[in-house]
């Protein structure tokens, strides 16, 4: 868990940094499939009410 934390992290920051728009796609694209999945792992342990 802590390098999934640790990649969306860094891809945030590049995503900030980077100049190129075609890339800057590419790099929010793959941020949210990483927070979806997060999303999806956490909500996974919920317990069901």
Same mark, same amino acid.
């Given at each position: 868990? &802590?390098? $999934?934390?640790?990649?969306?992290? @860094?891809? /945030? @920051?590049? $995503? /900030?940094? @980077? &100049?190129?728009? %075609?890339? !800057?796609? &590419?790099?929010? @694209? %793959?941020?949210?499939?990483? !927070?979806?999945?997060? %999303?999806?792992?956490?909500? $996974?342990? !919920?317990?069901?009410?």
């Amino acid at each position: 868990m &802590q390098a $999934a934390m640790k990649d969306w992290r @860094e891809l /945030s @920051e590049a $995503a /900030s940094r @980077e &100049q190129d728009p %075609e890339r !800057l796609i &590419q790099l929010v @694209e %793959e941020l949210n499939r990483l !927070l979806i999945d997060r %999303e999806r792992q956490i909500r $996974a342990r !919920l317990p069901v009410n």
